[in-house]
């Protein structure tokens, strides 16, 4: 096994309870993913997703597997790109998060994970995954899983956040992330478990090999 970072044991008590806890998490939470991913970043974030998607090379006709496809951030720029709602497939094990996903219709949502993708070998152009790398098991087994689906000449495109190097840059994004953020979260959240959920994602950078 190849996690991204150690067993976070304030949230759960060892390595295999982890995705089972995550995916509650973000199944309670899923409601209130969208309005405070828009605080968090200002509103900023479908033009970022977007930029980054046609800087890894996404274009019109392309296929398309966005993994940890949540609300669907990622796959809704992904299918605006490709011009085809029907060429993106998103992938996510979190039923609430899918039931909570807002994609133009022919989009298909899947559920699965990094580790598991129920997608053909050899048969897409891109794969995207938007904030979710830090949530998998095993970081070999799942650019395996993104390196068997591709076609050849294929491109991937990770979106992650990761630790500042100076200690100036750290200590102002722990600041923001860690307390101003689920303290905003916590107003604008309908569900007692929203904080938590920006906490962890600030702890899961924090710990993360990168
Ligand atoms: C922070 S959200 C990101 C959602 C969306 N991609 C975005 O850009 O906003 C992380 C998503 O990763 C999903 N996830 C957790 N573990 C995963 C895994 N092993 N493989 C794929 N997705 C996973 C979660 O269910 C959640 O929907």
Redesign the pocket.
């Known amino acids: 096994m190849d996690p991204p970072h150690p067993p976070l044991q304030t949230y759960y008590a060892d390595a295999p309870s982890r995705?089972g806890w995550?995916?509650d998490l973000?199944n309670r939470t899923a409601g209130d993913?969208d309005r405070v991913?828009r605080a968090m970043a200002f509103g900023t974030?479908s033009w970022y997703?977007r930029r980054a998607l046609l800087q890894a090379g996404l274009s019109a006709g392309m296929t398309v597997v966005?993994?940890?496809?949540?609300?669907g951030?990622?796959a809704r720029e992904a299918a605006a790109i490709v011009g085809n709602p029907a060429c993106v497939i998103g992938?996510?094990?979190?039923p609430g998060?899918v039931a909570n996903a807002r994609v133009p219709s022919g989009v298909r949502l899947i559920p699965g994970?990094?580790?598991h993708l129920p997608v053909p070998s050899a048969s897409v152009d891109f794969v995207s995954?938007?904030?979710?790398l830090r949530?998998?098991?095993d970081l070999a087994t799942?650019f395996s899983e993104f390196y068997r689906v591709l076609k050849p000449g294929g491109r991937l495109c990770v979106?992650e956040i990761t630790r500042p190097r100076s200690g100036w840059a750290r200590a102002l994004l722990k600041l923001y992330l860690r307390r101003v953020v689920p303290w905003v979260a916590a107003r604008l959240a309908s569900h007692r478990d929203t904080p938590e959920l920006l906490r962890y994602?600030y702890d899961t950078i924090e710990a993360c090999a990168a």
């Open positions: 995705s995550v995916r973000f993913y991913e974030g997703r966005d993994v940890g496809v949540g609300t951030l990622v992938v996510d094990p979190s998060m994970s990094a580790e995954m938007g904030f979710a949530h998998v098991d799942a979106l994602h």
